[in-house]
């Protein structure tokens, strides 16, 4: 069953707010701005950003009048989408199904092939992508968890071809397996993301537990980390650490705890990146080739978890070689999908950065300028849905999927 409706919305904001003038960061341009949209007392209110406009940055308002059509709310714990060719949607459901879903919002029935997935907390179904050649060669490439044993788990990436009728993976191979394998199911992670030379970007959590996060900052592991693979997952030419002894010759990135959003900042070509923090901290990066984003030594938050739980993550906030997140939240929001605006349906949004959020629940819209978050408003938060996914359509849209047992596909536009 389709459920369909319509809300047209100005804002996230319901009321009228006096503007204020906030100084801006150097070479920056200034803006006016409305205050924060963040009013919860912080869990860390000790914690300074390291530089302006790194956290609580002043508001703004969408002026389009917002066209918000629910096409659904009939999948299980949706996680993710891919677009086919004809506008229709792949999607993921976090139990380990794959279906068809039409623009309309029709589901289609689940797709065979799908290797058995571990469904639970964290763990199950994650991202999908195609192939930038899927015209010719009809490849997805999905992550998932895979359960080796009754006990043993390992986010991994799996490549099929959809079969003609679109019923069947067909020739299913698991490229990649982020070892090592573990008995938790939480932070498998994670995103994939395909750069403009074909080569799959692809993100891991580091697996939550005190006794393995600290494989965030082992070179030999891509627990906590991003990698950059071809398509048959071997290492992609031009890595940073390739030929060094003792580094796996993917990687990219490190120092990462939960990463659940790439994506590529249209202006300038470079790769963001969005990752849950512990209590509070959840960041926004700037991912540079072989740079350290410190976790679990350095990170905004507190211990949320363990003895020392409401206590300060490893040596601070900061550290030498240890790079800063552009933007964070506290409290947690709790970031997963981000995806930047490159439509002309809502043209004040031009390469805005959009940021789902499970906790906050709701859609976060970043105005970015010179790598600087100046302007942060909140989208659907009176819907009450955990916000999985965020994706611009082909049709110049923004959709949004929820992270909800009777999950919704919203499609915004003006």
Known sequence: MVGCCAIVIMSSCAK???RVQVDPPPEEIPVSLLPPVETLPKVAPEQIPSF?????????QTTTPLNVKILTSDLSYPWSMAFLPDGRMLVTEKPGNIRIVTASGAIGNKINGVPAVKYRSDSGLQDIVLDPDFATTRLVFWSFVEPLTATDFITSIARAKLSADETTFEDVTIIYRATPSYTGVQHPGSQLLFDKNGYLFACFGERYDDGIRIKAQAMDSPLGKIVRIKKDGSAAPGNPFSGQAGVIPELWSLGHRDPQG???????????????????????????????YGWPVIAYGLENSGPLIGTTV?????QSGMVQPIYYWDPAIAPSAIAFYTGTLVPEWKNNLFVAALKGRHIIRLVISNNKVVGEERLLATEGQRMRKVIQGPDGALYALT???????????N
Not at 265 to 279: D, I, R, S, Y
Not at 403 to 413: A, E, L, Q, T
């Open 314 to 318: 490893g040596n601070g906030t900061q």
């Open 403 to 413: 992270d909800m047992p009777k999950g919704r596909i919203y499609r915004i536009s």
């Open 52 to 60: 302006p406009f790194q956290t609580r940055v002043g508001s703004v």
């Open 262 to 292: 790439l994506a590529f900042n249209p202006a300038t070509g470079e790769l963001w990146e969005a990752e849950h923090g512990p209590m509070a901290g959840d960041e926004i990066n700037l991912i540079k080739r072989g740079a350290n």
């Open 16 to 18: 009228k707010l006096d």
